[in-house]
């Protein structure tokens, strides 16, 4: 099993930025592709950013490219999502995935934290 734990989140001024670590445990996640989700009220959780299990290859969705980087620290077991330029509506709950199917949506990742709070304001 893997466990994944996330970190880093909190409340920022728009424009802002912030550093979001996911450390798992248990079994190893180095083979795995990593994923960042978030879900805003009321809405679905979708996709933000995933890297591959070696870091050679990261996808982003359109409305954080440029302004998120993901990363992983193969040593650490961790992965990171630095967050710059930070606007309200990146406000959600931000949640770190493990897997090896589909990168873009959430049927491809088997295991999941149980979320960071981020909060942009005005």
């Known amino acids: 099993q893997v466990q994944l734990v996330e970190s880093g989140g909190g409340l920022v001024q728009a424009g802002g930025s912030l550093r979001l670590s996911c450390a798992a445990s248990g079994r190893s996640v180095s083979t795995y592709r990593m994923g960042w989700f978030r879900q805003a009220p009321g809405k679905e959780r979708d996709f933000v950013a995933a890297i591959s299990w070696n870091g050679g290859i990261t996808n982003y969705a359109d409305s954080v490219r440029g302004r998120f980087t993901i990363s992983r620290d193969h040593a650490k077991n961790t992965v990171y999502l630095q967050m710059n330029s930070l606007k309200p509506e990146d406000t959600a709950v931000y949640y770190c995935?493990?897997?090896?199917?589909?990168?873009?949506?959430?049927?491809?990742?088997?295991?999941w934290g149980q979320g960071t709070q981020v909060t942009v304001s005005t």
């Open positions: 995935a493990a897997g090896s199917g589909s990168t873009r949506t959430t049927l491809g990742y088997p295991y």
